[in-house]
């Protein structure tokens, strides 16, 4: 079983995404995300498997959440800086996990 020091350990923030590129290259990712957590951490790149619930232009804009305090992770020619959540819809693809209504960039989950 986890602890609660355990998950007080894992830094959950809400960003906004700034841009979306495909990533044709990648296995598991297929797109990378720009995401924005304020004026603390900045813009920081996430590869995600987005395909088919999302076609990448549509979550330019929305708020997500992310891990901000994983090692980075090398997929491809990339790095992935934070972990983008999401939660399996009936097919088994990704659904991310965003806030029902606007909150500030970089806010972290409690």
Not at 59 to 85: D, W, Y
């Amino acid at each position: 079983m986890a602890t609660m020091e355990d998950f007080e350990k894992l830094e959950i923030r809400v960003g906004r995404v700034v841009d979306v590129t495909p990533f044709p290259d990648g296995k598991y990712s297929t797109h990378i995300l720009r995401i924005d957590f304020g004026d603390d951490l900045g813009v920081k790149k996430s590869l995600a498997r987005l395909i088919p619930n999302y076609e990448g232009d549509e979550l330019a804009g929305k708020q997500v959440m992310c891990v901000t305090n994983f090692p980075p992770r090398q997929i491809g020619k990339h790095q992935s800086e934070v972990l983008t959540l999401g939660v399996p819809d009936q097919n088994g693809n990704v659904v991310l996990l965003q806030p029902e209504r606007p909150v500030p960039n970089g806010g972290r989950l409690y």
